[in-house]
């Protein structure tokens, strides 16, 4: 059964605190300041480019040709307008300046065309937590009735990790635009006017970034069948916590009223809302709770009655994310022994 929220159209709605142009402009003496680049490593390659070569020689037409070099034969895709992208978001990440002049000699231990690093990993986390655009959306799930708007340069990693909430997005069109702290006792819609889609777009950066850093955990709640009211996907997101063992009986006793069989989508949204924990992390931990813990067994399914006719490889990943694996099959339901 579809559980469906309240329409939220007939609920308050709040603008999430963020800088306009002019503010921008005022502040940090910055024009555009939305980088919409999703992928980590051509940043660092064509970072890399500018670093080791003379500044006088650096123009787009010469950056490409270079990253040309490392890269299977893109030439297509990699216009010169796009490498003006990638340069413009160093730029705006503070790396470089306007004269390709490197401002920060990070990469140290970096190879052009390699595979990221951890230490590169740790480099993309810093830029991440210094670059105001990210640290301002970050905020947002600090956000408290008693606290709307926060200093971006008062809020530390730690407070993230250890004081933010769940936030759950909208999409009315193509982009999120809508949000949620709650799916129980709705009193308060938070929204990006539709004035600020630039916005809306740079947030599906700021997820992807997240993600791909480990840092943030994102998924679609199809899997526990919560829509809303306009039957719209609603999506989950929060930053994740260090896993904790934790008694996994005592958890369903508490959350699923001694019930036998637990879906486990369910069973693994409900660790989610209480402990951020990453997903994956929570999985391993339920297989191993199954396999090793004789208090419980479990029920397989089929991939086909879960991916339902999707062939997209990243549509399955969505539909097939809150189910664990074990021998190759998903795994439907955890069984609570008598």
Excluded at 29 to 43: A, D, E, R, T, V
Excluded at 143 to 160: G, R
Aim: aromatic share 16%; with cysteine; proline share 3%.
């Amino acid at each position: 059964m579809i559980k469906r929220l309240p329409n939220i159209s007939l609920f308050p709605e709040e603008v999430l605190p963020f800088l306009t142009d002019k503010e921008v402009y005022q502040y940090y003496n910055k024009g555009w300041s939305f980088s919409n680049i999703y992928y980590l490593k051509p940043i660092r390659d064509i970072y890399l480019i500018i670093k080791k070569n003379k500044t006088e020689d650096l123009n787009n037409k010469f950056i490409r040709y270079e990253y040309l070099k490392i890269t299977e034969d893109l030439s297509k895709e990699w216009s010169e307008r796009k490498i003006l992208e990638y340069v413009n978001a160093i730029k705006n990440f503070g790396l470089i300046n306007g004269n390709y002049k490197v401002q920060k000699n990070i990469f140290i231990n970096s190879a052009l065309g390699n595979k990221l690093s951890d230490e590169d990993l740790q480099d993309f986390k810093d830029i991440f937590f210094e670059f105001f655009r990210f640290k301002e959306i970050a905020t947002w799930y600090l956000i408290s009735d008693s606290k709307k708007q926060l200093d971006i340069n008062e809020v530390t990693i730690q407070d993230l990790i250890e004081k933010s909430r769940l936030m759950y997005a909208i999409k009315e069109g193509k982009f999120f635009n809508k949000f949620l702290f709650s799916l129980e006792d709705v009193s308060k819609v938070y929204v990006i006017p539709p004035k600020d889609s630039h916005l809306m777009r740079f947030i599906e950066v700021f997820y992807k970034w997240g993600t791909t850093l480990n840092f943030i955990e994102k998924f679609n709640l199809n899997s526990v069948n919560i829509k809303t009211f306009e039957n719209r996907e609603i999506t989950c997101t929060y930053f994740i916590r260090p896993f904790k063992n934790f008694d996994l009986m005592k958890f369903t006793q508490k959350h699923f009223q001694y019930q036998r069989q637990i879906s486990l989508p369910e069973l693994i949204f409900s660790i989610c809302q209480n402990f951020h924990y990453a997903v994956d992390e929570i999985k391993s931990f339920l297989i191993n709770e199954i396999q090793f813990n004789d208090k419980f067994t479990y029920e397989r399914t089929s991939a086909v009655f879960i991916v339902k006719g999707k062939n997209k490889s990243e549509q399955i990943k969505s539909a097939t994310y809150l189910y664990p694996l074990i021998d190759n099959s998903y795994v439907s339901h955890i069984i609570v022994r008598k």
